[in-house]
Structure formats: C-alpha cells, structure tokens
C-alpha cells in the first residue's frame, strides 16, 4: 500500500487496473495481463509518480487527486470515478479544493486555467494549442508545472482507455 499526503494509492491483493476492470486475481484477464509484469507494474508506477510525486511542482497530492476526479467523470468510467471520488473523500477539508465546482470556477484565475486546460485537453484533445499552454504561463504556471499538469492528464486519460478497454473484453470462454 503506498501512501502520501493521506493519500492510499494501492489497495491490497490486486492492482488498481484489476480492480477498476472487474478482474478477479488469478482470473483468465489477469493471467492475460500478467504476461507483460513491467506494463501492470508500470501503469501503479506512473500513477504514483503523477499524483504523488516526491516533488510536486507546487501541485499538491489533493490538487492532482481533484483534477483527477474531474477528469474521469468526464471521461465517464464509473470505476475510475469511484476510485477518485474515494480519494476525494479521503482528504481533509482544507485540501479538499471543495470551490471547484461542474463548471470549474476556482477562487483565481491561475486555478481557472489549470481546470480550464484539463477540460479542453480531456474533453477536446484535438482542439488543444500552443496557445492553452501560453495561457497557463500567462497567469503564472512554470514549464515544470505545466509539464507535471500534461503527466497526470494523459495518464488519466490513458488509465479511462485501458480500463474500459479491459472491462469491455469481458471474462469470455
């Protein structure tokens, strides 16, 4: 079980893909994934290193976790957002980002824009420009930032994908 900032990010006896797909350990899915151990490894890695990395850029954990949220229930994967939405829950109501509401108005306009962005960029990828990611600048966000924002939005995508992908497939004969 990883923990940080009050975060858990694995949950015993079975990977967080498993669980969010509806595989069983030891399942004929599982002993599918299992054929590529660094892929399953790899996917719990990645995760904790965009929403808990050991320098966070000045993106907290409860931050990433709530951007996170918002991104999976836009992308609509019901496991995935329970799984966010559990987290959500977790953290303490000072960190909770309870101001960030469906249509995404923060208290400033730095925050606007990192909400802003990972709308677009989950909702419209192909709509994205140079110009978002001046944007981001324009109201403060540095390079490293935006580039640690990018990590955690094409993982969330990229884990909606394989989880939906993986639930699809179904348990079969």
Same mark, same amino acid.
């Given at each position: &079980?990883? &923990?940080?900032?009050?975060?858990?990010?694995?949950? /015993?006896?079975?990977?967080?893909?498993?669980? &969010?797909?509806?595989?069983?350990?030891?399942?004929?899915?599982? !002993?599918?994934?299992?054929?590529? +151990?660094?892929?399953?490894? *790899?996917v719990?890695? %990645?995760r904790?290193?965009?929403?808990? +990395?050991?320098d966070?850029?000045g993106?907290?954990? $409860? #931050?990433?976790?709530v951007?996170a949220?918002?991104? @999976?229930? @836009? #992308?609509g994967?019901?496991?995935?957002?329970?799984f966010?939405?559990?987290?959500?829950?977790d953290?303490?109501?000072?960190?909770?980002?309870?101001?960030?509401?469906?249509?995404g !108005?923060?208290?400033?306009?730095?925050?606007?824009?990192?909400?802003?962005? %990972?709308?677009?960029v989950?909702?419209?990828?192909? &709509?994205?420009?140079?110009?978002?990611?001046?944007?981001?600048?324009?109201?403060?966000?540095?390079?490293?930032q935006?580039?640690?924002?990018?990590?955690?939005? /094409?993982?969330i995508?990229?884990?909606?994908?394989?989880? $939906?992908?993986?639930?699809?497939? *179904?348990?079969?004969?």
């Open positions: &079980m990883l &923990m940080h900032s009050n975060i858990t990010l694995r949950e /015993a006896g079975n990977d967080l893909i498993n669980q &969010m797909a509806g595989i069983d350990a030891g399942s004929p899915r599982d !002993k599918l994934r299992r054929l590529r +151990p660094e892929y399953v490894s *790899g719990e890695a %990645c904790y290193s965009v929403l808990t +990395p050991q966070d850029q993106l907290s954990a $409860a #931050l990433r976790v951007l949220l918002r991104m @999976a229930r @836009a #992308l994967v019901p496991a995935q957002v329970a966010y939405q559990r987290l959500a829950d953290l303490p109501p000072s960190q909770s980002h309870q101001g960030l509401g469906a249509d !108005k923060g208290d400033d306009a730095a925050f606007q824009a990192l909400v802003y962005h %990972c709308d677009n989950t909702n419209s990828p192909a &709509m994205s420009t140079q110009q978002d990611l001046g944007r981001l600048q324009q109201v403060g966000w540095t390079t490293p935006i580039i640690a924002l990018s990590e955690l939005i /094409a993982f995508n990229f884990e909606s994908r394989i989880v $939906a992908g993986l639930s699809a497939l *179904g348990e079969g004969q």
